[in-house]
């Protein structure tokens, strides 16, 4: 079967710049998740969506950091403005069922954001 | 959702089994022991769950004792390719809405030649 698809791989912006990043979860999966991991640490949930309901946003920076799930199916994660200790790697990982699953989450390979 | 405490780093040489200790004193009766491995550029992988006594698969075992307070990854025979970051996480997996993973730090492991 196909992986969660994610794309731009990287991504170099400016403070203050806007950026978006994609992903495509596995076909079938209902629920979808966006981590931030920082260089030197583990991955920190930001988001989490039922189909194309929010689960969990209480680690999302709100006055910058949006997402959305249209259609229950791909998801947008966009940063704006953006600022240096946003940069990261942004991860997409989906399930088939709304927790964790005795198979665990299926990861993206990310998207590295650069913010200079 | 339960912490996990696992050594920062561990080295080893190719053909030699790999022990990792993940320590979880507030484990919950729902949850379950998930370890993830992370290579350098790519996401987490799953690698092996269980709840308590022994599950071993293709890649790896993992060894629950009866308090489920600890657990231990063993990797037999890593080679060069199994250097990477490996992740322990607890939480319960049977039910929905909210239990997402916890990521600690980690524990890097490098195997040398």
């Known amino acids: 079967e196909a992986g969660v698809a994610q794309s731009p791989r990287y991504k170099i912006i400016e403070k203050r710049q806007s950026v978006a990043f994609w992903c495509n979860p596995i076909?079938?999966?209902?629920?979808l998740y966006w981590y931030q991991q920082i260089l030197g640490q583990g991955p920190k949930l930001l988001i989490q969506?039922?189909?194309?309901?929010?689960?969990?946003d209480s680690q999302l920076p709100k006055d910058r950091f949006s997402a959305e799930r249209l259609k229950g199916v791909d998801s947008t994660l966009k940063i704006q403005p953006a600022k240096l200790e946003d940069s990261a790697v942004y991860l997409c990982?989906?399930?088939?069922?709304?927790?964790?699953?005795?198979?665990?989450?299926?990861f993206g390979s990310g998207t590295r954001l650069t913010v200079v | 959702l339960a912490k996990t405490t696992q050594p920062i780093s561990m080295d080893s040489y190719e053909g030699q089994e790999v022990n990792i200790t993940c320590s979880h004193n507030?484990?919950?009766?729902?949850?379950?022991i998930t370890w993830y491995q992370q290579f350098p550029s790519q996401g987490p992988r799953f690698i092996i769950q269980?709840?308590?006594t022994k599950v071993t698969n293709e890649v790896a075992s993992l060894f629950i004792p009866a308090d489920r307070k600890s657990s231990t990854l063993s990797l037999p025979r890593v080679s060069l390719s199994d250097t990477a970051v490996y992740y322990c996480?607890?939480?319960?997996?049977?039910?929905?809405?909210?239990?997402?993973?916890?990521f600690g730090t980690g524990t890097q492991l490098k195997v040398e030649l």
């Open positions: 076909s079938g999966h209902a629920t």
């Open positions: 269980g709840y308590k």
């Open positions: 996480l607890v939480g319960d997996v049977l039910t929905g809405g909210g239990n997402k993973l916890t």
């Open positions: 969506f039922q189909n194309n309901g929010v689960v969990d």
């Open positions: 507030n484990i919950a009766t729902n949850d379950y």
């Open positions: 990982a989906s399930s088939l069922a709304a927790g964790p699953t005795l198979y665990g989450y299926t």
